[in-house]
């Protein structure tokens, strides 16, 4: 499979876990049965394992409501990961490693398999892009988008105006939900789109596209 450079600034969440090989496809949650500042000496081993082993990324989870979006966002921001590898003694009470193998699976349902272009990107440049996003450009594979600016495939005439909505989303001014614009493909063809672009986190934004029939 090929492999493509996480972004610059990647992982855009902070959190409890190591950075190791960016080109693994494997990521590694430890449930916590525990507060998180007293993990037990195996389960720090554990996570350090999973990276030299040549994991992306390995750290712990504590809880269904604490952790859980930090790591989809990570994942999300590395295209190379595909697998996550859920470790660790259940949490009493939480079944947190069910919640977040069916939050995972959830998420990966939704997003690869969505009837729409869905694209994730850090700042202003595409981390990740669906099958969907490629299809709608004329892509083949996510590299040839990883790292490209999100409006590289927008008709020029069309840019300035996308600008001015995401300054005024800045400034906490009121936009539309939806706005029409138009894709250049890789052969040149145009197509009409409505997309709608949603603030994930700080660095972290989603964007989602459909044609405008």
Same mark, same amino acid.
């Given at each position: 499979?090929? #492999? ?10 902070? $959190?409890?876990? @190591?950075? $190791? +090989?960016?080109?693994?496809? =494997?990521?590694?949650?430890? =449930? ?5 500042? #007293?993990?037990?000496?195996? %389960? ?6 999973? =990276?030299?082993? $040549?994991?992306? %990324? ?11 979006? &930090?790591?989809?966002?990570?994942? @999300?921001? +590395?295209? !190379?990961?595909?697998? %996550? ?15 977040? &193998? ?7 349902? %939704? ?8 694209? @994730? ?8 892009a669906n099958r969907k996003r490629l ?13 490209? !600016? $999100?409006?590289? !495939? ?9 600008? #001015? ?27 009409? @789109? &409505?997309?709608? +672009?949603? #603030?994930?986190?700080?660095?972290? !934004? =989603? ?7």
């Open positions: 499979m090929l #492999k493509v450079s996480p972004h610059p600034d990647y992982p855009p969440e902070e $959190g409890r876990y @190591v950075r $190791g +090989n960016d080109s693994s496809p =494997v990521a590694v949650a430890i =449930v916590l049965h525990c507060d998180a500042d #007293k993990v037990p000496p195996d %389960l720090e081993r554990l996570v350090r394992a999973a =990276v030299e082993s $040549g994991a992306a %990324l390995s750290g712990t989870v504590q809880t269904e409501n604490i952790g859980f979006e &930090k790591i989809v966002c990570n994942i @999300v921001a +590395n295209p !190379n990961i595909r697998y %996550l590898i859920i470790g660790g003694p259940e949490s009493e009470g939480h079944s947190t490693g069910e919640a977040l &193998k069916a939050s995972e699976e959830r998420y990966r349902s %939704l997003v690869e398999n969505s009837p729409d272009s869905i694209s @994730v990107s850090i700042g202003s440049e595409i981390v990740y299809e709608l450009t004329g892509h083949s594979h996510q590299s040839e988008l990883i790292g490209s !600016n $999100g409006l590289v !495939n927008v008709f020029p005439e069309d840019r300035e105006e996308i600008l #001015k909505r995401i300054r005024a989303r800045e400034r906490g001014e009121v936009t539309a939900s939806f706005q029409e614009f138009r894709l250049l493909r890789g052969e040149g063809s145009i197509v009409h @789109v &409505k997309a709608r +672009n949603i #603030k994930w986190s700080e660095r972290v !934004n =989603v964007s989602g596209a459909c044609l405008d029939r």
